[in-house]
């Protein structure tokens, strides 16, 4: 069964950190590129950063230098770690790749960032 479940969102003050954690299933993440994306409210979804299977990684503009993105091939995990968080980061983050031509998602989880 392909699966992403995010987790670890929550409310945060500027300029602190939170780290978000994607399990996925086998068959979504074994060698594949994953990737974080946000919809901030009102806003359309945005891609945040892509890990590729080989472990290189890119980012948007807006979140170089503070976020970082990473995976664990064990167990099937993604995590973005978000540092000096600023209120316009405020959105609901989903987990995602490309599984058989689709792109897939999770639930997605909340961060929410208080000035």
Known sequence: ???????????????????????ASRDI???NSMSWF??????????????????????????????????DDVKNMVYLQMNSLKPEDTAVYYCSALFRWVRRWGQGTQVTVSS
């Open 38 to 71: 946000r919809q901030p409210p009102g806003k359309e979804r945005e891609l945040v950063a892509t890990i590729t299977g080989g472990g290189g990684s890119n980012y948007a503009d807006s979140v170089k230098g503070r976020f970082t993105i990473s995976r």
């Open 1 to 23: 069964q392909v699966q992403l479940v995010e987790s670890g969102g929550g409310l945060v003050q500027t300029g602190g950190s939170l780290t978000l954690s994607c399990a």
């Open 29 to 31: 993440f074994s060698g």
